[in-house]
């Protein structure tokens, strides 16, 4: 491991035992209430956050609200490890943590971070990209988590537990907004439906039309409108046997959409004599604050999905105890995108297709008790996924028509035990042995051939740790664990017979060293956990550009070997019973190790290092896609009577920082996301019983326009300048209005 992240470590390590940097109050009886344990089932089985061996990061519901976090995407703003990277549509979109993520537009390549929603884990990414509402917390397991939640967790696992039923009636209201013309509503219900059933069913809607105007067709765009109903059912017929049920509907549709941060003033649209940028977009200026499109073919992906859960726990005798978890998932995808981005009459290119998904997967577990000298979590696991997507691309030039399939069937068995062989040190192992087969079928209708094939892997993945208890409240752990994700072809357009021939891309496999320190002071009112690890990736799964018939197509490739290492701090402060504090903050040197034939960025030339026959690049020591060397977030919360009104004043704040960092795996110079800091605040009124607050916000204070992906059509304006940014939501700043009322 480096010197400068053992030293990095150290310094952490310095902190956490050094003296209070508070003072204790002279009456013990003022002092400030202990902050409230967090409970988490980051293995399987719900432990205090402080006791687990594991770099978690905790979002609750109320910090998801204080940090105006509504959608999944917005997750990254409390969690500085994690990047989440929109695109045009769900499918296309990527989680990463620690810098590695799996960004790949082929229908069978799985992610590098896994999601795991109430026990049930969702095989694609694009399920997950929903509202948060009625969410309760949310867990973010740093690091390879492939021997407890499998072949898609190589990099680590976001587990999302919605709120349960609770015995008494209750219901919930939220409506926001805001200034830029956003609507979000949520209900929620929840109560007895006899002696031994209960029940929560929750609905919303959201609205935003977006922030690009398309002065083309008069519309805006780069926006989404969703409407999601989650229910629970849960039933207890006698003590020792708990069934829940679960159902969850979405229905949604974005229009993401890039637009022009530079071009050429000499610039041809596919090279053609006169097709100026005057010509092809008039009324449209080139330039980092660009906030307009101009294309005859408005973007969009509308999307469904039904999903249902069935849940059934027992408890044996002595505290053992089974539980069966089955799923089953259904999701459809539409979508459309002007290919030539323009609203040239005589050149409109266009794409889209459709995507289907129908996934099952069939859990069952068994745990020890929790209080044995030896605690163990044993299971099986079953996923069958099944994929399709129709791709059409037209009709004047880079032509496309293509239809695939890919399905895949995975069994594993999998175990981890903790044994506690000394009073206040436990050793931790656990192994998996999972085999997967998956096949495919590309049908390519422009070209009139067609390709199909199988392959089978089998792969063993481990864990073992060693947790020391030096006191109550300060622990340090180590741990060194094996991560896996399974091979996949790359079913995208330009797959051919040299791609068929080849087989598949090839498993990616990870090697993680991890030492982390968790601590709690001043009664317990202070948390601050530091750790610090050490990751290689063989064969890393990525995807890089490759430009056909002057438009790009992505292709996945094994790149040789990567690595990220770093430090991550977090701290929880609660000064008062008033006044709190949160902040972390994640170093991150994440770097390709070797990766010697990658393909070259648009315009690269022999001196820029594009060389060779065909034209390859070497990429040793350059940094990973979309993963910031730093970044950090900090938060404030207060609240306070006022004076002789039965009221509450709160106020919040929250700062998110993010450091340099380049949208492209091939390292083209003109996406990268400058540094840039985002302050967001909010101050309400609210009854001391919390039955109903308002609450008004102001997001982006510091109006801080940033892009959340990036794009290089050097090959779309004849080998010109013509650089792309997708706005994020808050490009600009604006304010709303949130109302919630709980009784």
């Given at each position: 491991m480096k010197n400068v992240s053992q030293r990095a470590f150290v310094a952490a390590c310095s902190v956490v035992v050094a003296p209070p940097l508070f003072a204790q109050p002279a009456d013990n009886s003022a002092a400030a209430p202990a902050l409230e344990e967090i409970l988490v089932t980051a293995q399987k089985r719900a432990e205090n956050v402080q006791d687990v061996p594991l770099a978690i990061a905790v979002v609750t519901?109320?910090?998801?609200?204080?940090?105006?976090?509504?959608?999944?995407?917005?997750?990254?703003?409390?969690?500085?490890?994690?990047?989440?990277?929109?695109?045009?549509?769900?499918?296309?979109?990527?989680?990463?943590?620690?810098?590695?993520?799996?960004?790949?537009?082929?229908?069978?390549?799985?992610?590098?971070?896994?999601?795991?929603?109430?026990?049930?884990?969702?095989?694609?990414?694009?399920?997950?990209?929903?509202?948060?509402?009625?969410?309760?917390?949310?867990?973010?397991?740093?690091?390879?988590?492939?021997?407890?939640?499998?072949?898609?967790?190589?990099?680590?696992?976001?587990?999302?537990?919605?709120?349960?039923?609770?015995?008494?009636?209750?219901?919930?209201?939220?409506?926001?907004?805001?200034?830029?013309?956003?609507?979000?509503?949520?209900?929620?219900?929840?109560?007895?439906?006899?002696?031994?059933?209960?029940?929560?069913?929750?609905?919303?809607?959201?609205?935003?039309?977006?922030?690009?105007?398309?002065?083309?067709?008069?519309?805006?765009?780069?926006?989404?409108?969703?409407?999601?109903?989650?229910?629970?059912?849960?039933?207890?017929?006698?003590?020792?046997?708990?069934?829940?049920?679960?159902?969850?509907?979405?229905?949604?549709?974005?229009?993401?959409?890039?637009?022009?941060?530079?071009?050429?003033?000499?610039?041809?649209?596919?090279?053609?004599?006169?097709?100026?940028?005057?010509?092809?977009?008039?009324?449209?200026?080139?330039?980092?604050?660009?906030?307009?499109?101009?294309?005859?073919?408005?973007?969009?992906?509308?999307?469904?999905?039904?999903?249902?859960?069935?849940?059934?726990?027992?408890?044996?005798?002595?505290?053992?105890?089974?539980?069966?978890?089955?799923?089953?998932?259904?999701?459809?995808?539409?979508?459309?995108?002007?290919?030539?981005?323009?609203?040239?009459?005589?050149?409109?290119?266009?794409?889209?297709?459709?995507?289907?998904?129908?996934?099952?997967?069939?859990?069952?577990?068994?745990?020890?008790?929790?209080?044995?000298?030896?605690?163990?979590?044993?299971?099986?696991?079953?996923?069958?996924?099944?994929?399709?997507?129709?791709?059409?691309?037209?009709?004047?030039?880079?032509?496309?028509?293509?239809?695939?399939?890919?399905?895949?069937?995975?069994?594993?068995?999998?175990?981890?035990?903790?044994?506690?062989?000394?009073?206040?040190?436990?050793?931790?192992?656990?192994?998996?042995?999972?085999?997967?087969?998956?096949?495919?079928?590309?049908?390519?209708?422009?070209?009139?051939?067609?390709?199909?094939?199988?392959?089978?892997?089998?792969?063993?993945?481990?864990?073992?740790?060693?947790?020391?208890?030096?006191?109550?409240?300060?622990?340090?752990?180590?741990?060194?664990?094996?991560?896996?994700?399974?091979?996949?072809?790359?079913?995208?357009?330009?797959?051919n017979a040299a791609r068929a021939a080849g087989g598949p891309v090839q498993p990616e496999t990870s090697k993680a060293y991890e030492i982390g320190v968790k601590s709690q002071f001043m009664e317990r009112r202070v948390t601050l956990n530091a750790n610090v690890f050490h990751v290689t990736y063989d064969n890393f799964q990525q995807q890089g550009i490759e430009t056909i018939g002057g438009v790009q197509n992505f292709r996945l490739t094994n790149v040789g070997t990567v690595k990220t290492e770093g430090v991550e701090l977090e701290a929880n402060v609660r000064a008062t019973d008033q006044l709190r504090f949160n902040g972390a903050a994640a170093y991150t040197d994440a770097l390709i190790d070797e990766f010697p034939a990658a393909n070259c960025y648009p315009g690269q030339s022999a001196a820029l290092g594009c060389i060779g026959t065909p034209a390859r690049q070497n990429l040793a020591g350059k940094r990973l896609p979309s993963a910031p060397k730093w970044k950090l977030n900090a938060g404030v919360d207060y609240d306070h009577s006022l004076g002789s009104l039965p009221y509450q004043g709160t106020f919040g704040a929250t700062y998110v920082y993010t450091s340099e960092q380049n949208f492209s795996l091939n390292q083209d110079p003109v996406t990268i996301q400058g540094a840039y800091g985002l302050l967001n605040l909010s101050a309400g009124i609210r009854q001391p019983d919390q039955h109903y607050q308002v609450t008004l916000f102001v997001d982006n204070v510091l109006d801080k326009g940033y892009s959340v992906n990036g794009g290089n059509q050097f090959g779309n304006f004849g080998s010109s300048l013509a650089t792309e940014q997708q706005p994020a939501r808050d490009f600009e700043r604006y304010g709303g209005i949130r109302f919630t009322m709980e009784f």
């Open positions: 519901s109320d910090q998801l609200q204080s940090a105006n976090v509504n959608g999944f995407a917005d997750m990254s703003r409390v969690s500085p490890s994690l990047n989440i990277r929109p695109s045009d549509q769900p499918v296309n979109a990527s989680v990463a943590i620690r810098g590695i993520g799996t960004f790949a537009f082929g229908i069978g390549v799985e992610p590098s971070v896994a999601v795991q929603i109430d026990d049930v884990p969702v095989a694609f990414q694009a399920r997950a990209f929903s509202d948060l509402t009625d969410v309760d917390r949310v867990e973010v397991l740093r690091g390879p988590q492939s021997t407890l939640y499998g072949k898609s967790a190589s990099a680590g696992l976001i587990n999302i537990t919605t709120k349960a039923p609770t015995d008494e009636f209750t219901s919930m209201i939220n409506l926001t907004a805001t200034t830029d013309e956003e609507f979000r509503g949520a209900a929620s219900l929840s109560g007895p439906l006899g002696e031994k059933l209960s029940y929560r069913v929750t609905g919303s809607h959201s609205d935003f039309k977006g922030n690009v105007d398309n002065i083309a067709t008069g519309r805006t765009v780069n926006g989404n409108r969703d409407n999601t109903v989650r229910g629970k059912l849960v039933w207890d017929p006698i003590d020792p046997l708990k069934v829940s049920l679960g159902l969850n509907y979405v229905n949604g549709e974005s229009s993401g959409v890039s637009t022009l941060s530079a071009i050429s003033p000499t610039a041809l649209l596919r090279g053609t004599a006169g097709l100026t940028p005057g010509v092809v977009l008039p009324g449209i200026v080139a330039n980092s604050d660009n906030l307009q499109i101009s294309h005859n073919t408005d973007p969009y992906a509308k999307s469904h999905g039904f999903g249902q859960s069935l849940k059934v726990e027992y408890d044996l005798p002595k505290d053992f105890s089974v539980a069966s978890i089955t799923s089953h998932d259904r999701y459809r995808l539409d979508d459309q995108l002007d290919v030539d981005r323009t609203a040239y009459a005589a050149l409109n290119n266009f794409q889209g297709g459709t995507f289907r998904a129908s996934v099952q997967t069939q859990e069952f577990r068994l745990l020890s008790p929790s209080n044995d000298v030896v605690q163990y979590t044993l299971g099986l696991y079953y996923g069958d996924n099944d994929l399709s997507r129709r791709f059409r691309r037209g009709p004047l030039f880079s032509l496309a028509n293509w239809y695939a399939t890919s399905g895949s069937k995975s069994k594993a068995i999998f175990g981890q035990a903790d044994w506690r062989f000394l009073p206040k040190t436990t050793a931790t192992g656990g192994v998996r042995f999972q085999d997967e087969d998956i096949e495919y079928t590309f049908r390519d209708i422009q070209n009139n051939a067609a390709f199909a094939g199988s392959a089978s892997d089998e792969a063993t993945t481990y864990r073992v740790g060693l947790r020391q208890e030096l006191t109550d409240d300060l622990m340090v752990f180590a741990s060194f664990a094996t991560g896996h994700k399974g091979q996949t072809y790359d079913l995208t357009t330009g797959f």
